[in-house]
């Protein structure tokens, strides 16, 4: 009976009466494109025989991800080639996971005007702007938001002088404004990493907007990842969660793929953790996990959407404890995450070993922090990002805090090395 009580206590906990729990059932499993549902007659089995009918594979995703446990947390026998991944949520153990791999417009686009004066465009001339939209990509993951913002200036001038100036077809004047929003998609991004926050959320709704008029759900998501990041750094934690759930629906209107639905997850698990609502990190984490493990059947994933991964829910997961007070449970989680990147991503590596050496040197371990930071700072000259030095300033606070001979000479480098600016 201990265990049919299980659920029924996980249940009453999430505030959940049976039938209400069966609606949710229902909204989780849609959410995430599982054909899976439960009956109240069904879940009072769960709850009051002994031992409990163990759910089908489907029902155990989804009820994972509704409790962010394991299904055998929830009272269920459970047999060994059923255990989950969602398990490694809680595990502050090794880490395991399988390698990274890397419709029409509700408003169509300008058509051509008769009586229009200036240059034809066509679809060399969108190609061309398309192969600079990727070089902007390369550029903020080798060296960072700063030196990719003014060549990302210098690209929207001449799309937006082409619109207004040039004739061209529906079909290209659509794909000039698709172009547009994703470049405003990176802009924000830009800001988000480097300032001001101002113009990174005007940028992010730029981006949202040219991408409703011409109905492309996908820029939409793009455009409201980042907006998520913007607005929690804002402390616009409101409208970060409304923008997760509209996302969450544009993405099932857009019939998106289980990678941009797990971008879409991870901005979730930003939002509760900011908000300090562990159990809600844990759930949206649940979710993670459940995509990515769907990532492989992805055929046509949006260039936005191509970083989220293993090593994504590795970070978000680290910073969840992190909040939660408990660096030492993050550090395994941080470690994998930076072991985990690939070469040409060097300010995310920067990032996230900045990440762990922060981490670290909450959890005591002041050598090794040290020694992480130290790496950050030999390639600190490289790279072009603000929240990268706020990050190091923070580092440095902490250490001087600290008063070791090893955390003062850490920090007169980090000031050495930022000028100063610590």
Known sequence: MWMASKLASLRGMAGYTQATFVAAFAREAARLSIGASVSVRQLRRWESESPPPLPHPSQQVVLEAMFGLPLAEMGFDVPSHR??????????????????????????????????????????????????????????????????????????????????????????????????????????????????????????????????????GLLQLSALETLVLIDIKADRLWEAASAVEFAYDVARRSGAGPTVHLVVALREANVATQAGDTTA??????????????????????????????????????????????????????????????????????????????????AGDIEEACAEMGSVLDVYEEIGSDRLTRRMRAFDKTAIALDTAMTHDMSARIHEVVRGGC
């Open 281 to 362: 990190a844990r759930r949206a984490l649940s979710r993670a996990l459940s995509y990515q493990s769907r990532a492989d059947t992805d055929t046509d994933v949006p260039h936005w959407a191509r970083f989220a991964g293993p090593i994504e829910i590795d970070y978000a997961t680290a910073d969840m404890y992190v909040a939660a007070g408990e660096p030492r449970r993050a550090v395994p989680f941080m470690r994998a995450a930076v072991d985990g990147l690939a070469r040409g991503y060097a300010r995310n590596t920067a990032w996230y070993r900045s990440k762990l050496a922060c981490t670290l040197l909450d």
């Open 83 to 216: 255990y989950s991944t969602v398990e490694r949520i809680g595990d502050d153990g090794e880490v395991k996971r399988r390698s990274f791999v890397t419709g029409a417009g509700a408003v169509a686009a300008s058509a051509a005007l008769p009586s229009r004066q200036g240059p034809r465009v066509g679809a060399s001339e969108v190609a061309a702007f398309h192969a600079r939209l990727a070089d902007l990509y390369t550029v903020d993951h080798q060296s960072g938001g700063i030196p990719a913002k003014a060549r990302a200036a210098q690209l929207e001038q001449e799309i937006t002088q082409v619109l207004s100036r040039s004739i061209y077809t529906s079909r290209v004047g659509r794909a000039l404004q698709a172009a547009l929003s994703e470049l405003h998609s990176n802009q924000a991004w830009y800001g988000y990493d480097s300032g001001p926050i101002g113009q990174a959320r005007t940028a992010a709704m730029e981006a949202l907007t040219a991408a409703q008029l011409i109905g492309d």
